[in-house]
Protein backbone atom coordinates (compact mmCIF):
# COMPACT_ATOMS: atom_id res chain seq x y z
CA UNK A 1 0.00 0.00 0.00
CA UNK A 2 1.89 3.28 -1.17
CA UNK A 3 1.92 5.67 1.69
CA UNK A 4 3.29 8.87 2.69
CA UNK A 5 4.19 9.29 6.42
CA UNK A 6 4.69 12.49 8.43
CA UNK A 7 6.73 11.60 11.75
CA UNK A 8 4.50 13.76 13.84
CA UNK A 9 0.52 13.44 14.28
CA UNK A 10 0.45 16.07 17.17
CA UNK A 11 2.92 18.38 18.54
CA UNK A 12 2.98 20.95 20.87
CA UNK A 13 6.25 24.03 20.67
CA UNK A 14 6.49 27.01 22.77
CA UNK A 15 7.14 30.38 20.50
CA UNK A 16 10.60 31.02 19.55
CA UNK A 17 11.55 26.97 19.30
CA UNK A 18 12.57 25.28 15.71
CA UNK A 19 10.38 23.02 14.79
CA UNK A 20 10.81 19.62 12.20
CA UNK A 21 8.30 17.98 10.23
CA UNK A 22 9.49 15.47 8.19
CA UNK A 23 7.57 13.84 5.57
CA UNK A 24 8.90 10.69 3.78
CA UNK A 25 7.14 9.03 0.68
CA UNK A 26 7.60 5.33 -0.80
CA UNK A 27 6.48 5.72 -4.49
CA UNK A 28 9.15 7.08 -6.56
CA UNK A 29 7.42 10.77 -7.08
CA UNK A 30 9.20 13.49 -8.54
CA UNK A 31 7.37 15.99 -6.47
CA UNK A 32 6.79 16.49 -2.91
CA UNK A 33 4.03 19.26 -1.56
CA UNK A 34 3.53 21.25 2.06
CA UNK A 35 0.30 22.95 2.62
CA UNK A 36 -1.46 24.58 5.76
CA UNK A 37 -4.51 23.53 6.49
CA UNK A 38 -6.81 25.90 8.96
CA UNK A 39 -10.77 26.15 9.29
CA UNK A 40 -12.62 28.08 6.51
CA UNK A 41 -9.65 28.01 4.21
CA UNK A 42 -8.72 26.19 1.32
CA UNK A 43 -5.06 24.06 1.66
CA UNK A 44 -2.61 26.38 0.99
CA UNK A 45 0.86 26.13 -0.65
CA UNK A 46 4.11 26.49 1.55
CA UNK A 47 6.45 24.99 -0.14
CA UNK A 48 7.11 22.66 -3.13
CA UNK A 49 9.65 20.62 -4.56
CA UNK A 50 9.82 19.26 -8.52
CA UNK A 51 13.33 17.21 -8.26
CA UNK A 52 16.05 16.15 -5.08
CA UNK A 53 17.42 19.59 -3.43
CA UNK A 54 15.21 21.38 -5.70
CA UNK A 55 12.48 23.66 -3.64
CA UNK A 56 10.23 26.37 -4.72
CA UNK A 57 8.15 28.91 -3.27
CA UNK A 58 4.35 28.41 -2.59
CA UNK A 59 1.53 30.99 -1.75
CA UNK A 60 2.59 31.24 1.80
CA UNK A 61 6.90 30.76 2.01
CA UNK A 62 6.89 32.92 4.96
CA UNK A 63 8.74 32.09 8.26
CA UNK A 64 9.38 28.34 6.62
CA UNK A 65 12.03 26.31 4.95
CA UNK A 66 12.69 22.98 3.71
CA UNK A 67 14.95 20.26 3.13
CA UNK A 68 15.10 17.86 0.17
CA UNK A 69 18.30 15.69 -0.14
CA UNK A 70 16.79 12.77 -0.46
CA UNK A 71 14.21 11.45 -3.34
CA UNK A 72 11.93 10.11 -1.05
CA UNK A 73 11.63 13.10 1.87
CA UNK A 74 10.81 16.27 2.36
CA UNK A 75 11.35 18.27 5.39
CA UNK A 76 9.45 21.51 6.40
CA UNK A 77 11.19 23.68 8.86
CA UNK A 78 9.89 26.62 11.31
CA UNK A 79 12.98 28.58 12.02
CA UNK A 80 10.97 30.39 14.79
CA UNK A 81 7.91 29.18 16.01
CA UNK A 82 5.40 31.67 15.87
CA UNK A 83 1.39 31.29 17.14
CA UNK A 84 -0.56 32.04 14.18
CA UNK A 85 2.06 29.19 12.34
CA UNK A 86 -0.65 27.04 15.02
CA UNK A 87 -2.09 24.82 12.39
CA UNK A 88 -2.74 21.33 10.22
CA UNK A 89 0.51 20.55 7.86
CA UNK A 90 0.06 18.20 5.42
CA UNK A 91 2.45 16.51 3.30
CA UNK A 92 1.83 15.39 0.31
CA UNK A 93 3.71 13.95 -3.19
CA UNK A 94 2.66 13.31 -7.15
CA UNK A 95 4.73 11.03 -9.78
CA UNK A 96 5.28 14.25 -11.95
CA UNK A 97 4.15 17.61 -13.30
CA UNK A 98 4.38 16.96 -17.45
CA UNK A 99 0.08 16.24 -17.44
CA UNK A 100 -2.46 17.04 -15.87
CA UNK A 101 -3.69 13.69 -14.89
CA UNK A 102 -0.64 12.62 -13.40
CA UNK A 103 -0.61 15.32 -10.61
CA UNK A 104 -3.22 13.21 -8.36
CA UNK A 105 -1.37 14.38 -4.91
CA UNK A 106 -1.24 11.33 -2.19
CA UNK A 107 -1.86 13.23 0.66
CA UNK A 108 0.03 12.17 4.41
CA UNK A 109 -2.17 11.73 7.53
CA UNK A 110 -0.99 15.39 8.67
CA UNK A 111 0.74 17.23 11.54
CA UNK A 112 -1.68 19.63 13.97
CA UNK A 113 1.22 22.09 15.29
CA UNK A 114 -0.03 24.02 18.49
CA UNK A 115 2.43 27.17 19.41
CA UNK A 116 2.00 28.47 22.72
CA UNK B 1 -7.32 36.84 -9.38
CA UNK B 2 -7.85 32.92 -8.97
CA UNK B 3 -10.88 31.53 -6.72
CA UNK B 4 -12.38 28.48 -6.05
CA UNK B 5 -16.08 28.75 -4.33
CA UNK B 6 -18.56 25.56 -3.02
CA UNK B 7 -20.93 25.76 -0.06
CA UNK B 8 -19.68 25.51 3.89
CA UNK B 9 -21.54 23.06 4.52
CA UNK B 10 -24.53 20.96 3.33
CA UNK B 11 -26.64 17.98 4.76
CA UNK B 12 -28.24 15.45 3.26
CA UNK B 13 -30.03 11.80 4.68
CA UNK B 14 -28.50 7.81 4.23
CA UNK B 15 -29.99 6.51 0.82
CA UNK B 16 -30.58 9.98 -0.87
CA UNK B 17 -28.63 12.23 -3.32
CA UNK B 18 -26.56 15.06 -3.17
CA UNK B 19 -25.15 17.62 -5.41
CA UNK B 20 -22.05 19.32 -4.18
CA UNK B 21 -21.09 22.52 -6.53
CA UNK B 22 -17.99 24.20 -6.96
CA UNK B 23 -17.20 27.26 -9.59
CA UNK B 24 -13.75 27.98 -10.82
CA UNK B 25 -11.64 31.23 -11.53
CA UNK B 26 -7.75 30.20 -12.63
CA UNK B 27 -5.23 31.55 -14.97
CA UNK B 28 -5.50 29.07 -17.80
CA UNK B 29 -7.30 25.53 -17.19
CA UNK B 30 -5.32 22.09 -16.59
CA UNK B 31 -8.17 20.07 -15.17
CA UNK B 32 -10.80 19.91 -11.68
CA UNK B 33 -9.84 17.82 -8.72
CA UNK B 34 -12.34 16.61 -6.31
CA UNK B 35 -10.88 14.44 -2.78
CA UNK B 36 -12.87 13.63 0.00
CA UNK B 37 -11.32 14.22 3.75
CA UNK B 38 -12.70 12.32 6.82
CA UNK B 39 -12.11 14.44 9.94
CA UNK B 40 -8.75 13.73 11.19
CA UNK B 41 -7.36 12.03 7.88
CA UNK B 42 -5.78 12.90 4.88
CA UNK B 43 -7.63 14.18 1.35
CA UNK B 44 -7.70 11.05 -0.91
CA UNK B 45 -8.48 11.61 -4.64
CA UNK B 46 -12.03 10.81 -5.62
CA UNK B 47 -12.23 12.34 -9.70
CA UNK B 48 -10.30 14.33 -12.15
CA UNK B 49 -11.95 16.18 -15.07
CA UNK B 50 -10.32 18.18 -17.78
CA UNK B 51 -13.13 17.56 -20.39
CA UNK B 52 -17.13 18.83 -20.57
CA UNK B 53 -19.42 16.53 -19.26
CA UNK B 54 -20.18 13.97 -16.69
CA UNK B 55 -17.72 11.11 -15.17
CA UNK B 56 -18.54 8.12 -13.22
CA UNK B 57 -17.24 6.43 -10.47
CA UNK B 58 -19.35 3.98 -9.14
CA UNK B 59 -21.60 5.96 -6.62
CA UNK B 60 -19.43 9.25 -7.14
CA UNK B 61 -20.25 11.21 -10.71
CA UNK B 62 -18.21 14.61 -11.27
CA UNK B 63 -19.28 16.88 -13.69
CA UNK B 64 -17.23 19.99 -15.37
CA UNK B 65 -18.72 22.82 -17.77
CA UNK B 66 -15.13 24.67 -18.79
CA UNK B 67 -17.56 27.62 -20.29
CA UNK B 68 -19.04 28.18 -16.75
CA UNK B 69 -16.31 27.87 -14.63
CA UNK B 70 -18.37 25.26 -12.74
CA UNK B 71 -18.54 21.72 -11.81
CA UNK B 72 -20.24 19.24 -9.83
CA UNK B 73 -19.58 16.12 -7.26
CA UNK B 74 -22.54 13.64 -7.26
CA UNK B 75 -23.44 11.43 -4.61
CA UNK B 76 -25.99 8.58 -4.93
CA UNK B 77 -27.33 6.11 -2.33
CA UNK B 78 -25.70 7.90 0.43
CA UNK B 79 -24.01 5.87 3.12
CA UNK B 80 -23.08 7.34 6.98
CA UNK B 81 -19.27 6.71 5.49
CA UNK B 82 -20.02 9.67 2.94
CA UNK B 83 -19.85 11.98 6.19
CA UNK B 84 -16.67 13.96 5.17
CA UNK B 85 -15.37 17.31 3.74
CA UNK B 86 -15.43 17.28 0.13
CA UNK B 87 -12.41 19.51 -1.70
CA UNK B 88 -12.63 20.71 -4.90
CA UNK B 89 -9.58 22.30 -6.51
CA UNK B 90 -8.47 23.62 -10.35
CA UNK B 91 -5.39 23.49 -11.50
CA UNK B 92 -4.16 26.56 -13.56
CA UNK B 93 -1.80 27.19 -16.64
CA UNK B 94 1.16 26.21 -14.29
CA UNK B 95 -0.16 22.82 -13.17
CA UNK B 96 -0.65 24.73 -9.71
CA UNK B 97 -3.59 23.76 -7.52
CA UNK B 98 -6.34 26.24 -6.56
CA UNK B 99 -7.99 24.98 -3.21
CA UNK B 100 -11.77 25.91 -1.92
CA UNK B 101 -12.37 26.01 1.61
CA UNK B 102 -14.42 22.17 1.12
CA UNK B 103 -17.81 21.33 2.21
CA UNK B 104 -18.47 19.47 5.25
CA UNK B 105 -21.54 16.92 4.26
CA UNK B 106 -23.53 15.60 7.13
CA UNK B 107 -25.32 12.43 6.37
CA UNK B 108 -28.50 11.76 8.56
CA UNK B 109 -29.94 8.62 9.17
Known amino acids: DVKVTQSSRYLVKRTGEKVFLECVQDMDHENMFWYRQDPGLGLRLIYF???????EKGDIPEGYSVSREKKERFSLILESASTNQTSMYLCASSRDSSSSGANVLTFGAGSRLTVL | GQNIDQPTEMTATEGAIVQINCTYQTSGFNGLFWYQQHAGEAPTFLSYNVLDGLEEKGRFSSFLSRSKGYSYLLLKELQMKDSASYLCAGMDSNYQLIWGAGTKLIIKP
Open chain 1, 49 to 55: SYDVKMK
